[in-house]
């Protein structure tokens, strides 16, 4: 029985707990989104999770560097999984002081837990006890989705234990359900949590030709790099409002097909909540690619009872994974597919009280991360990741996937959601994970977003998805930074496009869609929108801090443009728009890099559609980091791993995007330029300079 049954009401009243002397605020919400609290009555037990700090953590991005930057003596050399987990187990010291405080407490030994990974310890106990052991109060919270969770607003630990503890489960860990990226359809489906999918119409819709009215949008430019021909190549002429694979192919300068493929360096997707269908992806390439046999599929790892394909017109056909697939098969085919579809359908559609997102996957494709102690969390969180077995109809009825598969060099996710819903400790865990893949030759990609400088609609407790602060207002509220974008260690993917009128020869500008326009000029009519742009998302992080691979260009963009007001976040992210203003300009920025995200022609559900959005750019350009690591294996070298120092300290392999906006939250965002800018970062890929540069580096 669900741990969340055995929780009943207690007084709606509660006198607040005495702080005992000696101890330290450990942990403390920013944001609450409940509806109502209720006290967890004192006799239900709490499986309480106690993640230790991880040492040599504060090592981690230097030793990342190390095999990363390209003027490193290490380049290229990775880490294996096991060098990885040992340069950052907890102290000894960690594990006996947490474990004599508990015991001091009158928990006896055998109460205690303690994985064989040493990163955690459990223990259950009486909410009463955890209450008084953590100086705080744990209620029910319901949230507007129905979903029922538990946690507490701070919590307080003694100040010699503090220090040893990364945080306390359930805790402040305790977040709102992830929401999708929006690949705004012509009627919003059952989207899945956390995803950031496409905004698509069919055909049938009467799209405006490309020399039909533009709609408005930025301002056109045809100067600059990128393909520098002036003929139009047959069938490119309208690639400003039909991308197609020849039109990516000619845009980045990718060859048509490689010609060898090797086992190791296989394409990563991943995919939550929706499913690509096998007959989609057939008519896509009877239609665009002939030469790929019908009936070519992707091998599917299913983590936790996620599995696919499924029919089409299956309400879990959404797009998402049609696309990715549709996308990844153009550019590197006859190379292969993996698909990590992840969690059953209950938790993977939203249907339960599980919000977490990623930790299954990383689970999944390593076994140390299942019971992983870092920055205050252990493990998996009961009041936030899916649980299983999982008894509901449709659940996945074994135990949670711990290092069952092996996980590709390259992985494209197009799936976050708004950094502020998050506990800052649950995020750096994440993202420390993904630094440790990234020490063992992985390429995470994520794309940026759709909303500019905001969230989303609705999202945050905001129309527009911005974030409230002390000295802002409703007509200039908090621009709103997207997580996985702002962890340093993923390579983020804005928005690119062709104008309307454009054509393959000219130079891209940022991907931003009037949507009201588009929808008038396509007969749906006069829309109903909170946010009149679709935009390449960008902008800079509450929490973590920017990393010296791109200070300088960060800071070249910030000292020579004209911005809105700034604010310089402390380390807790705790005065957000501090002083009226909008950005941190002391945090992570993103995106690195570009690819196109509008007008991709597609198949869903049967259909040829034409589609938006961020999600196209991340599978893009991961397809271009897999032909380089087939190029670079080939060579008799490893892969390229964590590409974003080499990029940023090697501009001129990308097209640079000086045109466009990322519109939202009352203004208009951040502008492309010349130079990495927080719209299109430092461009999209070009291929031929990239295989020459990424050929060149040991």
């Known amino acids: 029985m669900s741990w969340y049954a055995s929780l009943t009401v207690a007084s709606l009243i509660a006198s607040a707990l005495a702080i005992p002397a000696g101890h330290v605020l450990h942990e403390k919400r920013t944001i609450s989104n409940h509806l109502e609290r209720r ?41 294996s999984a096991e060098e990885v987990a040992e ?35 459990a223990i259950d106990m009486p909410a009463s006890k955890a209450e008084e052991l953590f100086a705080t109060e744990y209620h029910e919270h319901d949230f507007a989705d129905r979903s029922m969770r538990i946690g507490c607003d701070e919590y307080y630990l003694p100040a010699h234990v503090a220090p040893h503890v990364d945080l306390i489960k359930p805790g402040v860990v305790m977040s709102n359900r992830m929401k999708k990226r929006s690949l705004h359809k012509r009627q919003w489906g059952n989207w899945p949590p956390n995803h950031k999918g496409p905004h698509s119409w069919p055909h049938s819709q009467g799209w405006p030709s490309h020399t039909s009215t533009p709609i408005s949008g930025p301002t056109s430019t045809s100067s600059g790099s990128g393909p520098t021909s002036t003929s139009i190549p047959a069938g490119l002429a309208n690639c400003d409002t039909h991308i197609t694979p020849p039109c990516l192919r000619y845009l980045y300068q990718i060859p048509a097909h490689p010609n060898n493929t090797s086992p190791e360096n296989v394409m990563g997707l991943y995919e939550s909540g929706d499913y690509f269908a096998q007959e989609d992806l057939d008519l896509f390439f ?60 209950p938790n993977a559609t939203g249907h339960t009280n599980a919000t977490g997102f990623l930790n299954d996957f990383l689970d999944a494709v390593d076994g140390s991360y299942c019971n992983y102690t870092a920055f205050g969390i252990t493990g998996n969180s009961p009041s936030i990741d899916p649980q299983y077995p999982d008894p509901r109809k449709n659940g996945y009825k074994g135990q949670l996937m711990c290092g069952t598969y092996q996980l590709t060099r390259v992985v494209s996710i197009s799936y976050g959601s708004p950094e502020a819903q998050f506990p800052q400790n649950y995020l750096q865990r994440q993202c420390s994970e993904i630094m440790k893949l990234g020490m063992q030759g992985h390429s995470i990609l994520n794309a940026a977003g759709d909303y500019g400088v905001g969230a989303g609609p609705n999202q945050n407790g905001n129309p527009y998805g911005c974030l409230p602060g002390p000295g802002s207002n409703t007509t200039f509220p908090v621009y709103s930074p997207d997580w996985p974008s702002s962890c340093p260690y993923m390579t983020v993917v804005g928005g690119s496009q062709l104008n309307p009128g454009q054509n393959v020869n000219d130079r891209e500008s940022a991907m931003q869609v ?119 294996t080939e060579a008799g070298k490893g892969p390229v791993g964590f590409v974003n120092p080499v990029l940023y300290a090697n501009p001129w392999v990308l097209n640079d995007i000086i045109n466009g906006s990322n519109p939202n939250c009352n203004s208009s965002g951040f502008h492309a330029t010349t130079g990495w800018d927080p719209v299109t970062g430092l461009g999209t890929p070009n291929y031929p ?9 040991p």
Not at 89 to 101: F, G, H, L, R, Y
Not at 324 to 329: C, H, K, N, P
Not at 570 to 589: D, F, K, M, S, V
Not at 689 to 697: C, G, I, P, Q
């Open 39 to 79: 006290r967890v009555d004192g006799d239900a037990i709490i499986p309480v999770r106690i993640a230790l700090k991880q040492s040599n953590l504060e090592t981690g991005y230097d030793r990342l560097m190390e095999v990363s930057h390209p003027e490193s003596a290490r380049y290229g050399k990775h880490f």
């Open 87 to 121: 340069m950052f187990a907890p102290a000894q010291e960690s594990i006996d002081t947490v474990k004599n405080w508990l015991m001091g407490f009158g928990f006896g030994e055998e109460d205690i837990m303690h994985y064989t990974n040493k990163n955690w310890l």
């Open 286 to 345: 009877a239609k665009f690619l002939p030469y790929i046999p019908q009936g070519t599929t992707p091998k599917v790892d299913s983590v936790d009872g996620g599995h696919a394909p499924v029919a089409v017109h299956n309400p879990l056909n959404g797009g998402e994974s049609d696309t990715d697939l549709e996308l990844a098969y153009s550019l590197i085919y006859p190379q292969t597919v993996t698909v990590y579809q992840v969690d059953d359908i």
């Open 514 to 632: 009037n949507l009201t326009a588009f929808n008038i000029a396509t007969g749906e009519g006069q829309p109903t929108l909170l946010i009149q742009y679709f935009a390449s998302a960008g902008g800079f992080s509450n929490f973590f801090p920017i990393p010296s691979y791109q200070k300088a260009d960060v800071e070249n963009y910030i000292n020579t443009q004209t911005l809105p007001p700034s604010y310089n976040a402390n380390a807790q992210g705790t005065n957000i728009g501090e002083g009226g203003g909008l950005w941190n300009r002391l945090g992570r920025a993103y995106p690195d890099v570009a690819a196109n995200g509008a007008y991709l022609d597609i198949f869903n559900n049967g259909t040829e559609e034409r589609i938006f959005g961020t999600s196209l750019a991340s599978p893009i350009f991961a397809s271009v980091l897999t032909l380089l690591n087939q190029d670079r």
């Open 689 to 697: 300079k990239m295989r020459e540069l990424f050929l060149s580096l």
